[in-house]
């Protein structure tokens, strides 16, 4: 594995590949979800940590999005999977129809 230079934060990803925010760190908040090393935590000295990605993480959870859309069904079944909450899920699905 090549060495890391630079991450993305969530924010900036949920920019870069035109997905919903909420639907990424719901994804990145298990970093089982991603390859190891992919999901960066960055600490600025508060208490609460940036959550950033690498090159290989976004290409990663991109390629995850893209598989999961195959299909309504696939589409539904990966939201309720990864999204507990139904308001959230309805949200998702409202703005991904859009």
């Known amino acids: ?7 993305f934060t969530i924010d900036h990803v949920s920019q ?14 298990n970093d089982d979800n991603l390859s190891s090393g992919s999901i960066i935590s960055v600490h600025d000295g508060t208490e609460k940590a940036i959550t950033a990605l690498t090159d290989d993480g976004i290409d990663e959870l991109t390629q995850m999005l893209t598989h999961a859309r195959r ?4 589409w539904s079944d990966f939201l309720d999977d990864f999204v507990s909450d139904p308001d959230s899920i309805a949200r998702i699905k409202a703005r991904s129809s859009a």
């Open 1 to 7: 594995m090549a060495t890391i230079t630079h991450v």
């Open 71 to 74: 299909s309504a069904e696939k």
């Open 16 to 29: 870069m590949i035109g997905e919903d925010l909420e639907l990424l760190q719901a994804i990145v908040s």
